[in-house]
């Protein structure tokens, strides 16, 4: 991610690997270093933001020293880096036509974070939010995060085997789960 090889980053594995641990430390430093950076978090259900991505990246925050530079709302959840008012915001997609494009005081949504990508409904729900939210800049990246289905027929271990072979897109596996 560093040497900008890739635009999309699969991460499937088991729980407690760190996935969500990696994705939320990498978007916070990233805003910290690219003033125009700012990043838009999504789950499936709405409801579940508070008690897992938004509660993830306060950790991230609190883990790299930085919380004096950030300010939180729950009211709007959203997580801005006060020196230049950047923002994390977090959105259900409960209703995925209602993500929209995200117009940002400063910069363009340069991440995106689909956080248990199975939860979706299938890929084309996930297209469809991404077309409203890649517009700003061309170097957008893209954070697709899951616990691999058992069935190899599922929906996102299909999708992501043909995302594979894309030139922009790196596939990680750590399917080794800690009890």
Request: charged share 25%; aromatic share 12%; proline share 2%.
């Amino acid at each position: 991610m560093k040497h900008h090889g890739h635009s999309n980053y699969w991460l499937k594995g088991g729980r407690g690997l760190t996935k969500s641990s990696f994705v939320s430390i990498e978007i916070a430093l990233e805003i910290m270093r690219n003033s125009q950076a700012n990043a838009v978090v999504l789950r499936k259900v709405a409801a579940t933001l508070r008690d897992s991505v938004y509660d993830q990246y306060l950790w991230a925050i609190d883990a790299l020293g930085v919380q004096d530079y950030w300010k939180d709302s729950v009211s709007s959840m959203t997580l801005t880096y006060k020196p230049t008012g950047q923002q994390i915001r977090f959105k259900g997609a409960d209703k995925p036509r209602k993500i929209k494009s995200q117009k940002f005081r400063h910069g363009y949504t340069k991440f995106k974070n689909y956080e248990e990508t199975d939860e979706f409904a299938n890929w084309s729900e996930i297209r469809s939010m991404n077309q409203s939210l890649n517009r700003g800049g061309s170097d957008i990246i893209t954070f697709y995060s899951y616990n691999p289905p058992a069935s190899l027929n599922s929906w996102v271990n299909q999708t992501t085997a043909k995302e594979a072979t894309r030139d922009d897109t790196l596939v990680h596996s750590s399917l080794i789960s800690i009890l």
